[in-house]
Every structure is written in C-alpha cells, then in structure tokens.
C-alpha cells in the first residue's frame, strides 16, 4: 500500500477522480520525468495518450483497459506491477481535487530540487575532470535546463500559508 504522504501516488490518484477535460489542464503542466516511480511515470504517460486518443475517462478501470488494449505496457508482470499501483493510487487520493494544483506545484519543485542535485554533481564532475571548457559547457546547459525546471512551478506559486512555530510553548 502507497503511504498517503506520497506525493507522486497522491497527484496521479487525484488525476484519475477528475473529468476528461479538467485533468487534461492539469496534465499539461506534467511531464514523466517528474516522476521518480517508473509506475507514475508509465500512468501519466497513458493518461496522457487517453487524453490525446480522445477518450471520455481516466478512471483507473479506463486506464487499465487502455494499457491492455494499446500494449502500452509490454510484459504481464509489468502490466500486474502497474495496475495495483494506479489502484493503490487512486485509493490513496484525498477526495478533494481542489488540492491538485498545489499538488502538482509540490511535484514540479520536488522535480527541480533533484535536477539541483544531479546539475552539483555533474559539475563537480566535470571541475574535478580538470577540462575548462567541459566546466562551461556543463555550466551553461545545466543552468538553462534548470531555469525551465523553476519557472514550470514559480508560473503556479503554491498559495501557501504562514506556519506558526510552537515549539518551545508548554501546554496548558
């Protein structure tokens, strides 16, 4: 079972309660490679090949189906293996789509702060290489390729609330 504080299982699950229409606008703003799990990737991939195909749902039954249907999913166990994660994802969901776009702001910055990380280390690879122009090759691509990555999530800022901080405060 998907832990109800994965953010991936939990942006997916909330995709397939939508209709057609809706969870294409939310769909555009994704892409696989946001995805870290190779099932939520897989599912938004369909998801998206449903909605291109002009399909009226995107149910998790639907989904399947498609999968089936289109062998998009090569191979019984990887098709087994994707079907209990969409419908552990969809289990996973809270019933409440108004919390999809800060989902996805959620998801697209996690997508960023592990571009951050993999763009650290291929630069320190490429100083310890000892070779200039790999260091400014990788520093100028790397950095045009994580602007794209920021500005998907700073276009929908995540309207997000002041938290107070209690601690140190004794009870009552």
Do not use: C
Not at 43 to 55: F, P, R, S
Not at 97 to 124: C, G, K, M, N
């Amino acid at each position: 079972m998907i832990p109800a504080t994965d953010l991936e299982a939990v942006t997916v699950g909330l995709l397939m309660q939508l209709p057609v229409d809706t969870a294409r606008l939310h769909l555009a703003r994704l892409e696989p490679g946001d995805f870290t799990d190779w099932r939520a990737a897989t599912t938004v991939t369909l998801l998206a090949d449903m909605l291109t195909a002009g399909l009226s749902s995107v149910d998790p039954a639907a989904v399947l189906g498609y999968a089936l249907r289109t062998g998009a999913v090569a191979g019984e166990h990887k098709l087994k293996r994707v079907a209990e994660w969409i419908a552990d994802a969809h289990r996973t969901a809270p019933f409440v789509p108004a919390t999809l776009d800060f989902h996805i702001d959620l998801l697209l910055e996690a997508t960023y702060r592990r571009h951050v990380v993999q763009y650290a280390t291929r630069l320190s690879q490429a100083e310890k290489n000892g070779a200039l122009d790999l260091l400014d090759g990788q520093i100028t691509t790397g950095y045009a390729r994580l602007k794209t990555y920021r500005d998907r999530f700073t276009t929908h800022p995540a309207r997000l609330h002041a938290v107070t901080d209690h601690t140190g405060q004794g009870a009552a």
